[in-house]
């Protein structure tokens, strides 16, 4: 029967596979000629595996032992390794039995392994997992057998006793690096680790006294040995320890103080790179959990690292370099389009956006791939091509392994090697194999060279370059360097000089280190081929500079304007628009990243979007983590205001738009503010109670006044709300900390207020204005609808009721809203006796004139746009004074909140002129346009009257007519 299976192979991989049948014949003698199916799988292992056939013949009994146990066709539950090998170390009493026990345990269940993958009883992923697991047990077994071991002999490693705390037992920790920490070890993988230890401290209870360093330095030589070491039963695992810090040069073993300030203050980028797949493997998984959440800020930084490219590249000509040097292009690791290649794209994102990103802290790259087209926007059919190809890479590597156990990735030269290759890979023929192998190593090839390989520079002249670092590189006197900026096309050349000079003597760049003065010179040159093509060159060049002095000490912004080209069109373009959009940048550099996709930049999403976008962000946070939560929805709004900021200075989107975006934005994000303080809150205390026996649903409302009620939010507007519950008074939480249905709400009013305001290094979301609440600031912070409704209706002054006028709920109870705005629409619609509310309105407006208007002495020169006469309070009065006096009659005058659809309304039933509505209209949106261009611009204060004296004069026709007339 196995003479007629191996006939079926092909002919070049024949003799080998009778060979090696007849090498381990004496495993076979109870081969049954009915096991048709073990008989196939056996041909197709020993064509591919002499590994399988030299064990075979050492250990006659063990096809017996897979095949009898079902071991070879099936995959193993969770802790299998861990729980055999333990009971097979159980049984150990002296090292050189633990070395001879571990290598066989390793034998038998790398037969198994290879047998699998051979045979596609498991696939890839299925292999990679299982020899991690094996190592992880072979490596944590031993440690425990080797600590118990060590502990007798030296005594127990303590802590060092610290204010009355007494001293705790230490205990190793290994970090498993590379393919063992991402759970991907090959078949023939060596492995790396680093050990380390909590803290310094003395043992215990032994027949010496060693320091914890000793104690810990001589378990790790054991481990090392127990591992590494050829015996008569070959080796465990070939052990690496040079990723430690330091490399072979530093200590064995480290201190957690010592690994973290090695890395925070010495930690070089392949070292980040490395460190990306760092897993316990062994020893005490909480100390080390610890220790990774401790080295954490070092692998993802909290902002945008675009410095990662460079690093990644330099590692990549690296390795280039020495596979030229070494002729390893047959290499399907570090050949080009080979496994590194596809492990640089996924590593690349996962440094640059990791510390933003929480999906994107894992550790298997087939885990990694998937998410780029959703976070890093690579198109999905470029990530599926790199996993398809991964896979096919990583099943060569194997069957390249599978031969001999040999830690090698090259492709055999020889006809016989190829064809075995060729077969374990599933093809007839080496041609048409390799030809499958260079189609995925070109796409492999194609999509690391859009990620990682040297994008085309902005078009410049070379010569120009050279003229602006030359002009750097210089001393000039203040007439060669303004003639220098001259010829250069600056506008100002004295403005653009002392723009130049400032940075260039800055304390910032004084001190900068090599790596970064080399960014910034790579920087400056386009940088200033872009500034010179607008027209307002020196004053756009002097913002841009205060940018690029705010990001020096994190030169990787500097890559990333390197890297893009487009983007750094865009800061100049936007730039050269605004002051506030500079200043905005160099306070928060982070959101420099919005500019790299231009079509996201000019699209502000639609309030579903929005609602969907930071949604999904909060979801991959720990509920419990209020720092990065609040952290999340900062950089959200932040993002957005700049995204709705660039559509408003291009033009893109009118007035009108970029309110209902900003007021948009603000409505999501109180949405999940809402949220995120009812469940911190509940989770203490429980969900208060409606009525007895019945919980609220949240019964609690948001409610905007203002701008924000009016949807018409600026930049930098702060949010005027009051909140309202409508649960009993009398009822408490039914939660482990029971507390009063009012304190619960008071609490919960004054959670929001502290994720609103509080200010993170984000700075803070909003600024909260709660000075509009029934009785002001002297009354409830959150008020019940029934107390509410009261105060409305026979205490609130008239200004309040026109502060009502632009109410409307933002979040909350659906079923509260409803009764809240059936509240509002009494209170407003109630009859008023005309002349005397007329008397209270004018009354109110020149108060506020004489507070905040212009004085007097300086109104033929100034124009408040919002207090002075004829300005934007004005139009706002005459629409509330409408809305009070004729809502009784006409309740179309209160439907919306804002003033545009409520000047619609009036037009609509007849209380104001067609013509006068129309003349509002336009002058309300002129003035909060001219207001926007001041923000955009960083001005602010009253403007030129000239300009808008049409206008004003129009507003003020108009409000004699309603009011005084």
């Known amino acids: 029967m196995l003479s007629q299976l191996i006939k079926n192979l092909p002919p070049l991989i024949q003799p080998c596979a009778a060979l090696n049948v007849e090498k381990c014949s004496g495993s076979l003698e109870h081969l049954s000629d009915s096991e048709t199916g073990l008989q196939q799988a056996l041909i197709r292992v020993l064509a591919g595996s002499d590994y399988v056939a030299d064990q075979l013949s050492r250990h006659p009994r063990l096809l017996d032992d897979l095949s009898g146990s079902g071991d070879l066709f099936s995959a193993y539950p969770a802790n299998t390794y861990q729980q055999r090998l333990e009971r097979r170390l159980a049984e150990v009493d002296s090292e050189e039995q633990l070395h001879s026990v571990l290598r066989q345990f390793r034998q038998r269940e790398m037969v198994r392994i290879i047998w699998r993958d051979l045979t596609r009883a498991t696939d890839m992923r299925g292999t990679t997992a299982d020899l991690s697991a094996l190592a992880d047990a072979c490596i944590d077994q031993t440690l425990t057998w080797l600590y118990d071991d060590c502990c007798s002999k030296w005594g127990t490693p303590h802590s060092t006793p610290a204010d009355g705390s007494p001293a705790q037992p230490q205990k190793l920790v290994v970090l498993g690096m590379g393919k063992l920490g991402a759970y991907e070890l090959n078949l023939s993988s060596d492995i790396d680790l680093i050990f380390a230890y909590p803290e310094k401290g003395m043992t215990e209870g032994g027949r010496r006294v060693l320091a914890n360093q000793d104690f810990f330095s001589r378990l790790g030589q054991k481990l090392i040995q127990a591992l590494d070491s050829i015996t008569a039963d070959g080796f465990v695992f070939r052990t690496d320890m040079r990723l430690r810090p330091y490399g072979a040069s530093g200590p064995l073993v480290c201190s957690f103080p010592a690994m973290e300030e090695y890395y925070q203050n010495q930690g070089r980028d392949w070292e980040r790179y490395a460190m990306i797949k760092a897993r316990v493997v062994g020893g005490d998984q909480c100390a080390g959990a610890e220790l990774l959440q401790m080295l954490r800020p070092f692998v993802y930084r909290k902002y945008i690292d675009f410095s990662a490219f460079d690093s990644l590249r330099s590692m990549k000509e690296m390795i280039n370099k020495e596979v030229r040097r070494k002729g390893l292009h047959g290499n399907v690791k570090l050949g080009a389009g080979g496994i590194r290649e596809v492990e640089f794209v996924a590593q690349a994102f996962q440094l640059i956006r990791g510390g933003r990103d929480p999906r994107l802290q894992q550790r298997e790259l087939l885990n990694i791939l998937p998410l780029l087209p959703e976070t890093v926007g690579i198109p999905e059919t470029a990530a599926n091509e790199l996993i398809e190809a991964y896979t096919f890479l990583r ?108 940075l260039k003597s800055s304390r910032s760049v004084q001190v900068m280190q090599a790596v970064g003065y080399q960014r910034l010179q790579a920087v400056l040159p386009k940088l200033m081929d872009e500034v010179v093509a607008v027209e307002n060159s020196a004053e756009t060049l002097e913002r841009v500079l205060l940018l690029i002095q705010a990001v020096i000490r994190r030169s990787s912004y500097l890559v990333l304007l390197a890297e893009n080209p487009g983007a750094m069109r865009q800061l100049v373009r936007l730039c050269s628009a605004s002051a506030w959009f500079s200043e905005t940048l160099a306070r928060q550099p982070v959101l420099l990243d919005e500019l790299i996709d231009q079509r996201s930049l000019y699209s502000p999403p ?79 205390h429980g969900v208060p109670l409606k009525a007895s026996g019945v919980s609220c649903d949240p019964d609690f409302i948001i409610v905007g006044y203002g701008k924000l009620g009016g949807i018409e939010l600026s930049y930098g507007s702060d949010l005027d709300l009051v909140f309202v519950h409508d649960a009993d008074a009398s009822l408490f939480t039914p939660g482990h900390k029971p507390i009063a249905n009012t304190v619960f709400f008071t609490r919960l009013g004054q959670k929001i207020i502290h994720i609103l305001n509080t200010f993170t290094t984000g700075g803070h979301l909003y600024e909260v204005d709660m000075r509009l609440r029934p009785s002001g600031n002297s009354g409830l912070l959150v008020s019940s609808l029934k107390a509410f409704s009261e105060y409305q209706q026979k205490e609130a002054w008239t200004w309040e009721h026109q502060a009502l006028v632009r109410a409307r709920v933002i979040a909350g109870s659906e079923s509260l809203r409803q009764r809240f705005e059936q509240v509002r629409a009494e209170v407003l619609s109630q009859p008023r006796e005309q002349g005397e509310l007329t008397d209270e309105v004018v009354k109110m407006r020149e108060k506020m004139r004489e507070h905040l208007g212009t004085a007097e002495k300086d109104a033929q020169a100034l124009f408040n746009l919002k207090q002075d006469r004829g300005g934007i309070v004005d139009i706002e009065f005459i629409v509330q004074y409408s809305a009070l006096a004729h809502s009784h009659r006409y309740p179309q005058l209160i439907e919306y909140t804002d003033n545009i659809r409520i000047l619609d309304a009036m037009e609509q039933v007849g209380v104001i002129p067609a013509d006068d509505a129309e003349t509002l209209r336009e002058a309300y949106k002129k003035y909060r346009s001219v207001g926007h261009r001041q923000v955009l611009q960083n001005r602010s204060g009253p403007v030129s009257p000239d300009e808008l004296e049409d206008c004003r004069e129009a507003v003020i026709r108009i409000w004699n007519s309603q009011l005084n007339g």
Do not use: C
């Open 395 to 502: 099943n060569t590597e194997h069957a390249i392994q599978a031969v001999a156990d040999r830690q090698t990735q090259e492709l055999p030269a020889d006809q016989v090697g190829q064809a075995r290759i060729a077969y374990s890979m599933g093809f007839d023929h080496w041609d048409s194999f390799l030809a499958e192998l260079e189609r995925q190593r070109d796409r492999v090839t194609r999509h690391f060279a859009d990620v990682i390989a040297p994008t085309e520079a902005a078009p410049h002249s070379a010569g120009q370059a050279s003229d602006w670092l030359q002009l750097w590189n210089s001393e000039f006197d203040e007439a060669e360097g303004e003639s220098f900026f001259a010829r250069h096309g600056l506008d100002d050349p004295q403005q653009a000089r002392k723009a130049f000079n400032n």
């Open 606 to 684: 639609s309030k579903e979007a929005l609602q969907s976008d930071l949604r999904q962000q909060l979801l991959r946070i720990p509920q419990e983590d209020e720092e990065q939560l609040m952290d999340t929805l900062r950089y959200f709004k932040s993002a957005h205001v700049l995204i709705v900021a660039a559509s408003d200075i291009t033009g893109v989107l009118p007035l009108m738009k970029v309110s209902d975006y900003l007021t948009w934005l603000a409505e999501v994000i109180l949405e999940e503010v809402l949220e995120i303080a009812w469940r911190q809150l509940t989770e203490k």
